[in-house]
């Protein structure tokens, strides 16, 4: 079994559109990225893994018919060992959400699940777009939850400290959601052109996805930084949630007009990047031409990343994300993320 076998087998190409999950569910929490962020992102790109493990062996039979140089029904990997990495991926994710607090552990297992479900009974059912939807915003939310634990694990340094994070913590969840919810909404899309990326066909389905991106990136676009939050450091955070006992400062939002301008640059970028190739689709649903539209949905992933992070106030985690296109591009050259 070579390198190159498991580089397919687990589209090292897409690992790039993993980090922004988490680092976007932090923005969206108002919080910096600490060593949960750090723990979140560890144990998304696990599950992800998994996720893409157990896909090729769930799916051995059906890519012997239609995608006989996958990994798998080429002979490279063993359907056993493509099972027990999947096994192995999963319980290393879990371990390390397990070490960000049990709030992380709960959605982490929650994410785990999905995905597990998701390759296994619900691809090839109506559910599974909505499914893969769903395991993308959990991933995000794991950043969140990851994030604001460890942010009132280091807060709690009084008696009742604990009783008063737990509260902010849920409330820092609750300010994740509709980020959550923007990303799930495009890998819905995303997920519905996959599902005739062999066949090809399938004019409704890109055109339906182009919408989607359109209103997505218009949505982005649209934000206007709220009032401010609490302190984070000793300043107010744009898009942050207010903590029990602590009064908000009042007035403008510091750096407000350059994080708004950031978002909109962001959301047309990220319109762009997953625009084109399904407008090309759509005029010509060949089976290239759609594989190409899902090629570029995944590539969105991280520009959307990047501007649902500026829209949480967080513009060097924004940029930072962005770091990670040319990166994702380079190695597509060589390993498909499809």
Same mark, same amino acid.
Do not use: C, M, Y
């Given at each position: 079994m070579s390198a190159r076998a498991w580089?397919?087998?687990?589209? *090292? /190409?897409?690992?790039?559109? *993993? +980090?922004?999950?988490?680092?976007?569910?932090?923005?969206?929490? !108002?919080?910096?990225?600490g060593r949960g962020t750090a723990l979140a992102v560890g144990a998304s790109l696990c599950l992800y893994e998994a996720g893409m493990a157990l896909n090729d062996w769930a799916d051995r039979a059906e890519d012997a018919r239609e995608r006989p140089h996958r990994p798998i029904? /080429?002979?490279?990997?063993?359907?056993?060992?493509?099972?027990?990495?999947? $096994? $192995?991926? #999963?319980?290393a994710g879990l371990a390390l959400a397990a070490r960000a607090g049990r709030p992380a552990l709960v959605v982490g297992s929650a994410l785990a699940a999905t995905v597990w479900s998701y390759d296994l009974?619900?691809?090839?059912t109506p559910a599974g777009p909505a499914a893969m939807g769903a395991a993308r915003a959990l991933d995000l939310l794991l950043g969140a939850t990851a994030t604001a634990t460890a942010d009132a694990a280091t807060r709690a340094t009084v008696a009742g400290a604990a009783t008063g994070a737990a509260v902010t913590g849920a409330a820092r969840l609750r300010s994740a959601l509709p980020s959550a919810a923007l990303l $799930?909404?495009?890998?819905?899309? *995303?997920?519905t052109v996959s599902r005739r990326e062999t066949q090809g066909g399938? #004019?409704?389905? +890109?055109?339906?996805a182009l919408a989607v991106t359109g209103a997505l990136g218009a949505s982005v676009a649209r934000w206007r930084p709220s009032a401010p939050g609490p302190?984070? !450091?000793g300043t107010p955070a744009p898009g942050s949630v207010p903590v029990p006992g602590r009064v908000p400062v009042p007035g403008p939002v510091p750096g407000a007009a350059a994080?708004?301008?950031?978002?909109?640059?962001l959301a047309a970028v990220y319109a762009g990047t997953a625009g084109?190739?399904?407008?090309?689709?759509?005029?010509?649903? /060949?089976?290239?031409? #759609?594989?190409?539209? *899902? !090629? $570029?949905?995944?590539?969105a992933m991280i520009p959307l990343q990047a501007a649902l992070a500026a829209r949480g106030g967080a513009a060097g985690v924004a940029l930072g994300v962005m770091g990670l296109v040319p990166l994702a591009r380079t190695l597509a050259r060589r390993v498909s993320p499809t």
């Open positions: 580089a397919e087998l687990l589209r *090292v /190409s897409a690992l790039f559109t *993993v +980090p922004g999950d988490a680092l976007a569910g932090a923005a969206a929490a !108002g919080l910096r990225p029904p /080429s002979g490279r990997i063993s359907p056993p060992a493509a099972l027990a990495a999947a $096994g $192995g991926l #999963t319980a009974w619900l691809k090839h $799930g909404a495009h890998t819905v899309a *995303v997920t399938s #004019t409704a389905a +890109p055109l339906a302190a984070r !450091g994080g708004t301008a950031l978002a909109t640059a084109r190739p399904l407008l090309h689709a759509a005029l010509n649903p /060949s089976p290239p031409l #759609t594989q190409r539209a *899902v !090629g $570029g949905g995944i590539r």
